[in-house]
């Protein structure tokens, strides 16, 4: 079993819905990333949290740190949306991540 | 510079050829991460350095794997004896701080390994 678990594994939207990622990890952490990443291997980190909720335009990204479980929104998603994206956590001693498998999502206009 | 620069971006390698991939991280970041990512999957971490001090290599796969970083800014990931299953993208991530807790990473765009 991966210590960093995310669904689905890939998600197709059509413009303009709500759209929402889950991650389960079983290890303690000091912080979890949500990652994006488009083709060609571009990764931007889009939130960095390790409790309650964050929110930059349209994602929103929460964590219940009692539950193991973070989740990312995308409201209105847009074609520009697609990529994949990734959940990562930061171990408890802080040096490395550990990457879940990614979620492709794909928004169809 | 602005960002975190690998190099090259594409590399075709005959199997047994040894390669060297460069990162140039963000001008004063502490922290440089190295990262394998295969095919379909998430980037699996390969390797740590604290300035030149390489902290953590538990991820390097083999022996034919080496990273090193000796002024503590640019950092080089040397593969040797290259096989097929060492094809993957490899990308460089860069913090400000060191890493006792959790930091913003910025990644490179990654170089892309093809063995043949």
């Known amino acids: 079993k991966n210590e960093v678990e995310q669904s689905p594994q890939n998600l197709t939207a059509q413009e303009g819905e709500f759209i929402t990622i889950n991650c389960s990890y079983s290890?303690?952490?000091?912080?979890l990333h949500w990652l994006q990443q488009h083709p060609g291997g571009g990764i931007v980190s889009l939130f960095m949290?390790?409790?309650g909720k964050k929110k930059h335009g349209r994602l929103i990204a929460t964590i219940n740190i009692q539950e193991k479980h973070s989740s990312l929104h995308i409201t209105a998603s847009h074609p520009r949306d697609s990529a994949v994206y990734i959940c990562?956590?930061?171990?408890?001693?802080?040096?490395?991540?550990?990457f879940g498998e990614g979620t492709q999502l794909t928004v169809n206009p | 510079g602005a960002g975190v620069s690998q190099s090259p971006r594409y590399k075709v390698a005959k199997r047994g050829q040894d390669v060297a991939l460069r990162c140039d991280p963000i001008?004063?970041?502490?922290?440089l991460f190295w990262y394998q990512q295969a095919l379909g999957q998430g980037p699996e971490f390969l390797t740590y350095?604290?300035?030149?001090?390489?902290?953590?290599k538990s991820g390097l796969p083999s022996d034919r794997f080496f990273a090193e970083r000796p002024e503590g800014s640019v950092s080089t990931l040397k593969i040797q004896r290259t096989q097929q299953e060492d094809s993957a993208v490899y990308l460089c991530?860069?913090?400000?701080?060191?890493?006792?807790?959790?930091?913003?990473?910025?990644f490179g765009a990654g170089s892309r390994l093809t063995v043949l």
């Open positions: 991530a860069s913090t400000q701080r060191g890493t006792r807790g959790a930091n913003v990473l910025t």
């Open positions: 290890v303690g952490i000091s912080a």
């Open positions: 949290l390790s409790s």
């Open positions: 990562a956590v930061w171990g408890t001693s802080g040096s490395r991540l550990t």
């Open positions: 001008s004063g970041h502490v922290s």
């Open positions: 350095f604290q300035n030149e001090a390489q902290l953590d």
